[in-house]
C-alpha cells in the first residue's frame, strides 16, 4: 500500500505520545485553545510546533509560500479572524526564514507559473528598495529580502479590521516578526512589534461598527 510507512510512523508517534501524557489526545479532542497565531512560509523544512518547543494543540498555524499577508487573501484573513475572535490568541507571529525560494523566485526572472502572481508583491517591495542593494550578491539579497518581507508581512497583520477591531475592544494581541535560520535552527526576533493602534499610522486606521 503506498505511504504505508506513514500510517506506520503515526502509529508509532500517537503510541509514544500516550505513554507520555495518557490525556493528551483526550484532552485535546474536547478543545483547542492556542495563545499563539504561526503565520509561516510552508517550506517543510520550518516546522512550527518543533522549533518553538509547542506540543499539538497550543500553535494555531497558517502556513503558505513566502509566508504573505495579503488583504485579499480570504484563507489568511478567515484564519486570522478565527484565532483572534474565536480563540482569543494573545500573540500573532509572522515567521520567514532565509534562504526561502519563494522569495528567492521573486527576485529572479524564472518562469514560477501561478507563484509568479501569488509573489508579485515581493517583486514590488524589492524595487522600493535602495538601489545599492540591488548591487549585493544573490544570496545577500534573499536573506536582506526576507527579513524586509517578514517586516512588511507583520504591518499587513497589523492593519487589517481584524486586529484593529481587537485593539479597540481592548484586547491584548501583540503581533510580532520573526526569522528562521535553517543553518543552525535559530530564530531572530526582528523587532518590528505592534500592539497597539497608537503604532498605525492614521491612513492605515479603520473606523469600525461598533
Not at 500500500?1 to 500517537?14: D, F, I, Q, V
Not at 515581493?122 to 536573506?143: H, M, N, S
Request: proline share 3%; glycine share 6%; charged share 20%.
Amino acid at each position: 500500500m503506498p505511504l504505508r510507512h506513514l500510517l506506520s510512523n503515526n502509529k508509532t508517534w500517537a503510541n509514544e505520545t500516550r505513554e507520555l501524557d495518557p490525556e493528551m489526545f483526550a484532552k485535546l479532542a474536547e478543545q483547542q485553545s492556542p495563545k499563539y497565531l504561526w503565520i509561516g512560509c510552508s517550506d517543510s523544512r520550518v516546522p512550527a510546533n518543533e522549533i518553538v518547543g509547542l506540543l499539538p494543540g497550543e500553535l494555531f498555524v497558517h502556513r503558505n509560500v513566502a509566508n504573505l499577508v495579503k488583504h485579499t487573501d480570504m484563507n489568511c484573513q478567515a484564519v486570522m479572524q478565527y484565532a483572534v475572535d474565536v480563540l482569543g490568541v494573545e500573540h500573532i507571529i509572522v515567521c520567514g526564514h532565509y534562504g526561502c525560494g519563494g522569495i528567492a523566485a521573486a527576485l529572479g526572472q524564472t518562469n514560477a507559473g501561478v507563484a509568479d502572481y501569488w509573489l508579485r508583491s515581493v517583486k514590488d517591495a524589492y524595487l522600493r528598495t535602495e538601489p545599492g542593494f540591488r548591487a549585493l550578491d544573490q544570496e545577500r539579497r534573499v536573506d536582506i529580502m526576507c527579513e524586509n518581507n517578514v517586516i512588511e508581512q507583520v504591518a499587513n497583520v497589523a492593519h487589517s479590521k481584524i486586529v484593529q477591531r481587537a485593539w479597540q475592544q481592548g484586547k491584548q494581541l501583540m503581533v510580532h516578526g520573526w526569522i528562521y535560520s535553517i543553518r543552525d535552527g535559530i530564530l531572530k526576533d526582528l523587532n518590528c512589534t505592534y500592539q497597539s493602534l497608537d503604532q498605525i499610522d492614521p491612513i492605515y486606521q479603520i473606523e469600525l461598527d461598533k
